[in-house]
């Protein structure tokens, strides 16, 4: 059997995949718009833009699995409503003609507003904004021929990622010395999911069919606060505890009347001004997966961040 990979984006996700099959001696193939993505022997970048059907044509022939890491072109819900129905199809409807699964890297939006810990058997309610958005892309992915698993984390943190709750925003202050800028409430638990876990249980479930065409959790650490979170990066990075402001929903939904960024973001803003807690131990027994301690994981991302800065 063939040990070629399909990674679909090359953004933390793509890359952050594409890297831990090659550093496992898989072949490889990542697609881009631009060609992009990580630089090793085992990877063969490639121009395609999946978002024309047409352009994906054989990319799949001989492929064990296909991982969709690709997203919108902007963090806004009416992008990925025009944007990310079409991708997904044209992904799935390639796939299906080798037999290849597809494994979607998915968020928690489709839970909506939960009271307790987000377990995968928790309805999907979907309604509007992003939430409608990415419940109509699980909807579509179900209804589909081709295999799927859609593995769902938290926000993000680790290697490559910077845009995120957890990312740039939280790394690069506290590693210069500066003051902290965050969003809602600071002494809340708020999970954070480590990329490489989430990539390690894409790769997992594309090899395990029981877990085929379902909606599992990439193994996920207990939920800290922010503030615990800002805590252990000041402490891997051996600097003093920063300076925070937090900034609370209702000045993320002000300041949204002129900053479209922030507009999307208080849309979303019951996620930091609430507890949001992410339950993965369904799919930590289902896959045989652990999920990185977070000090661990801490250290790894600031190691990571100061070869960035």
């Known amino acids: ?27 490889v193939r990542i697609l881009t718009r631009s060609g992009s993505g990580p630089e090793h022997p085992l990877v063969d970048r490639r121009r395609v833009d999946v978002s024309q059907p047409q ?11 296909v991982y969709q890491c690709a997203g919108g072109s902007r963090y806004a819900t009416k992008v990925w409503a025009a944007e990310l129905p079409a991708v997904d199809k044209a992904v799935m409807d390639e796939a299906g003609k ?17 009271d307790g810990p987000i377990t995968e058997d928790l309805p999907r309610p979907g309604g509007s904004g992003k939430a409608g958005v990415r419940a109509q892309l699980l909807r579509a992915r179900e209804l589909h021929a081709t295999p799927t698993v859609s593995v769902a984390a938290s926000d993000f943190f680790g290697p490559h990622v910077r845009s995120s709750l957890a990312g740039e925003q939280l790394f690069v202050p506290i590693l210069t010395g500066q003051t902290v800028k965050v969003f809602g409430k600071l002494d809340l638990p708020h999970s954070f999911t480590y990329l490489p876990d989430l990539a390690t249980a894409m790769i997992r479930a594309a090899a395990d069919q029981s877990v085929w065409n379902s909606v599992i959790h990439a193994p996920t650490a207990p939920a800290p606060t922010q503030r615990q ?4 990066i000041a402490a891997a990075a051996g600097r003093p ?28 803003g019951y996620q930091v001004d609430r507890p949001f807690v992410l339950d993965s131990t369904a799919t930590e027994h289902r896959l045989g997966l652990r999920p990185t301690p977070l000090d661990e994981a801490v250290a790894a991302t600031v190691a990571w961040w100061k070869t960035q800065l």
Request: without cysteine.
């Open 1 to 27: 059997m063939s040990d070629l990979h399909i990674v679909v984006g090359a953004g933390p996700t793509g890359t952050t995949v594409a890297e831990q099959l090659a550093a496992a001696g898989h072949r």
């Open 55 to 65: 352009q994906l044509s054989a990319q799949f022939d001989g492929a064990v699995a």
């Open 229 to 232: 979170v800002i805590d252990a």
């Open 98 to 114: 080798s037999g290849t699964v597809v494994v979607f890297a998915e968020g928690l939006y489709s839970y909506g507003r939960v």
């Open 241 to 268: 505890a920063p300076k925070v402001l937090a900034a609370p929903v209702l000045m993320m939904r002000l300041m949204g009347l002129t900053n479209e960024l922030m507009r999307e973001l208080a849309e979303i």
